[in-house]
């Protein structure tokens, strides 16, 4: 029964959804209950949707400090580098849910310029998260210097690939081909980067693009109709 | 062009590059510095998302639609308006969610689950067939393979044209799996490989130029906000 | 000769920490050269710039800023010139995003071009600030026929309806453009799906260099341009520099940082070069043997 219920709610929900994309705006409250319906769906279940983001944010984040709360309760291994975590998201959360520092109270907006949660963004996360991601630099010459090694045709092609785009991006690339004449400025490496993103890259796109979509659309038949585990279909839990 | 070293008296700067190297040191190998700095920030964005979909979602969405005269609480200048009762079900939808914490409730969980998969299939299903389906085969085929403009044939957008229409059909014909790549049709599937393999190669260069990016702007802030050395 | 292949084919086991080490050093030397190439733009960032000259005055243009610190140093310099066109030009912005970390992107943006650079612009006239709702496609999904129906005080907390900049918007479709400068989803995919197509309004974008080769299937049917990592944001800081000498800072962000971004490709290319020489070295040794 629970599963039964579960199906259902996937189901009706999104047959709604799919009708409302089909139907006409209701112009007045004399128009069909159905159409008004689905202008109903159509315009609240974006907004239900983004609460749950919401929520679902809340049950992740309280996910994580259970686990790290019970590495420290039980003093498992690296349990002070839990408690760093759990300290930094419980001064955050108070900070920012109490919106200390900015205008006083509870007012304006959370994010103001002088509140400690800027403060807190400008100074922690933001330097913390660009760096993070920074480090990949790194990884990425290291990965280049070891991987793309000449082997076979593709992996040629793959490399003389990335060669042109490379190099097609600055102005070394550009300098390398300049002497080319007129006929065959088309060569040049700025001018063939862009070409071998518009066209050959184009063509890859969107082959990969129409499989994806043709891929959510089965995915989506077989989850509205149940024959999807997991999701409460046969066999789900 | 350098300039004299002038070092930052602002703290915060200090904090940021201190985070800022003591993440870099990683790339020597791993050590408990790292280990502080990946904890912080785990903490801190956690805390930070949820305070940021509370403040910007849920209070408008569900509590001052629920409750009116809360909006005063932020914006004392607010005029309350009546209360709108539908944000009783996202509500509702959001708590049930939130039962996925308590073991013997969780089971209740599947239901704002059900509600999320059903929307984003919804939703998805008809925005996917249009645009990445339907305007993806005109977008290959709509302007033909003999555009012309002020009665000239544009040969080289129709070479264009045609690569692209090539490489789009071999490379779907590559990804079909239900057929064996053999004969004609596996040279088709082969050139679709090329494509892909060109695809690929750009994609990589691409991905380089992002990453060197985020190196720089980085260095950059080292290099000048905290140290001073970049005019 | 042997000394040099005895060279190339221990550079082969050579431990990445020097690879480290020696990109990290061309980044900083070319960053304190002040190194910097003038670029120009190319013919799918050129569209945007024309796209955004050719509106009529007053035409409001909502902006995007759908990425965190992490994709900021390649979309902030997008963001800031693109600020920077519709301060001049004259179009009203509506600053909007689809990331949690959206509202500190926008404080960035307005405090450093609408604040500092145009003193005499006005927010709520000259500007507006959304800022972020949870829901990614279904915030986008939701202004489509009504902004109010997710927003209905602004950023500062003034009403929409009291905010000029706004005044002809009643929903997405009456936008003049949608720009999104996306990291990822949700992004400029979304703001395709859901608006563009949707309500045939016209969008454009920027991305950072790993998404960038996935849009161009939509150029230029679905996008009016694209600007694709640091390289299109310095593409475009090039078009406005030609468009308006005598307003724009003589080297603007993007374009300085086009310095180190070429020296960091030559370091990359040149490892790849020689590790393939290495290769080629020790196969010839083996072969020899």
Request: charged share 15%; glycine share 10%.
């Amino acid at each position: 029964m629970r599963r039964r219920i579960t199906q259902i709610i996937l189901s009706t929900v999104a047959l709604l959804l799919i009708a409302s994309a089909f139907a006409t705006r209701p112009s007045g409250d004399d128009a069909p209950v159905l159409t008004r319906l689905l202008a109903f769906c159509d315009q609240h279940f974006s907004v239900w949707f983004s609460v749950l983001a919401v929520f679902a944010f809340t049950l992740g984040g309280v996910n994580l400090m259970k686990t790290h709360w019970r590495k420290v309760r039980d003093r498992a291994a690296d349990w002070r580098y839990s408690l760093i975590t759990l300290v930094s998201f419980v001064t955050v959360l108070v900070v920012g849910l109490a919106k200390f520092g900015g205008p006083p109270g509870l007012q304006g907006d959370v994010t103001a310029p002088d509140g400690w949660l800027t403060g807190i963004f400008e100074t922690v996360l933001s330097p913390l998260h660009a760096t993070l991601y920074a480090l990949l630099a790194f990884y990425i010459s290291s990965a280049s210097f070891r991987a793309f090694r000449i082997r076979s045709t593709a992996s040629t092609i793959l490399l003389a690939s990335a060669l042109i785009v490379l190099l097609g991006r600055i102005p070394f690339g550009a300098t390398m081909t300049a002497w080319l004449p007129a006929p065959l400025t088309f060569l040049r490496m700025e001018d063939l980067s862009l070409w071998i993103l518009k066209v050959p890259n184009t063509a890859g796109q969107r082959a990969i693009m129409i499989g994806i979509a043709l891929g959510v659309v089965a995915m989506a038949m077989r989850l509205i109709m149940g024959a999807e585990k997991g999701q409460g279909g046969r066999s789900g839990e | 062009m350098i300039a004299a070293v002038h070092l930052s008296t602002d703290l915060t700067v200090w904090v940021s590059a201190l985070l800022t190297l003591m993440v870099f040191s990683f790339l020597y190998r791993d050590n408990p510095f790292y280990k502080v700095a990946e904890h912080i920030f785990v903490g801190v964005s956690a805390a930070y998302w949820m305070v940021i979909g509370f403040w910007t979602t849920l209070w408008p969405q569900v509590i001052v639609k629920l409750l009116p005269a809360a909006s005063r609480v932020t914006s004392p200048e607010a005029t309350p308006g009546p209360a709108d009762l539908t944000a009783l079900a996202p509500l509702a939808l959001g708590l049930l969610m939130l039962c996925r914490l308590v073991p013997s409730w969780s089971w209740l969980g599947r239901w704002p689950t059900a509600f999320v998969i059903g929307t984003t299939a919804g939703y998805g299903l008809v925005r996917y067939i249009r645009s990445d389906f339907v305007y993806q085969i005109r977008a290959t085929v709509g302007r033909g393979l003999l555009p012309m403009a002020d009665g000239r044939w544009l040969w080289q957008e129709s070479l264009a044209a045609l690569v692209i229409l090539i490489g789009t059909l071999s490379g779907i014909v590559y990804f079909i799996n239900t057929r064996e790549h053999r004969g004609g049709y596996g040279r088709i599937a082969h050139l679709g490989l090329l494509f892909m393999l060109v695809t690929f190669g750009a994609s990589f260069g691409s991905a380089v130029m992002a990453r060197i990016a985020l190196l720089i702007g980085r260095f950059q802030e080292l290099l000048g906000d905290w140290l001073g050395l970049l005019s | 000769m042997n000394r040099i292949a005895d060279i190339l084919v221990r550079f082969e086991s050579l431990d990445r920490r020097w690879i480290y080490l020696v990109m990290a050093l061309a980044v900083t030397g070319a960053l304190l050269s002040g190194l910097y190439f003038p670029d120009r733009p190319s013919d799918v960032v050129r569209p945007v710039y024309e796209h955004i000259e050719a509106l009529p005055s007053g035409a409001p243009i909502l902006l995007s800023l759908d990425y965190s610190p992490s994709s900021a140093p390649e979309l902030e310099p997008m963001a800031e010139a693109l600020t920077r066109h519709a301060l001049l030009k004259g179009q009203p912005l509506c600053f909007i995003s689809l990331w949690p970390t959206g509202n500190n992107m926008i404080a960035r943006v307005v405090s450093r071009i609408c604040t500092e650079e145009f003193p005499d612009a006005v927010e709520g006239r000259d500007w507006v600030r959304l800022g972020f709702q949870a829901g990614g496609e279904m915030l986008v999904n939701s202004l489509r026929d009504s902004l109010s129906a997710r927003y209905e005080l602004d950023m500062g907390g003034t009403p929409l309806s009291d905010l000029p900049a706004l005044a002809s918007v009643q929903g997405l479709g009456d936008f003049g453009l949608i720009l999104s400068l996306s990291a990822g989803q949700p992004g400029l995919k979304e703001w395709i799906l859901y608006a563009g197509d949707v309500l045939d309004v016209p969008v454009a974008g920027g991305c950072t260099g790993v998404g960038a080769p996935q849009f161009f299937p939509y150029y230029p049917l679905q996008l009016v341009g694209l600007l694709g990592a640091l390289k299109g944001a310095a593409e475009y800081e090039a078009a406005l520099a030609e468009g308006y000498p005598d307003d724009m800072p003589p080297v603007m962000r993007a374009t300085r940082g086009m310095g180190p971004q070429a020296v960091a490709h030559a370091v990359i290319v040149a490892f790849i070069l020689l590790g393939n020489l290495a290769i080629l070295v020790a196969r010839r040794r083996e072969v020899g043997r």
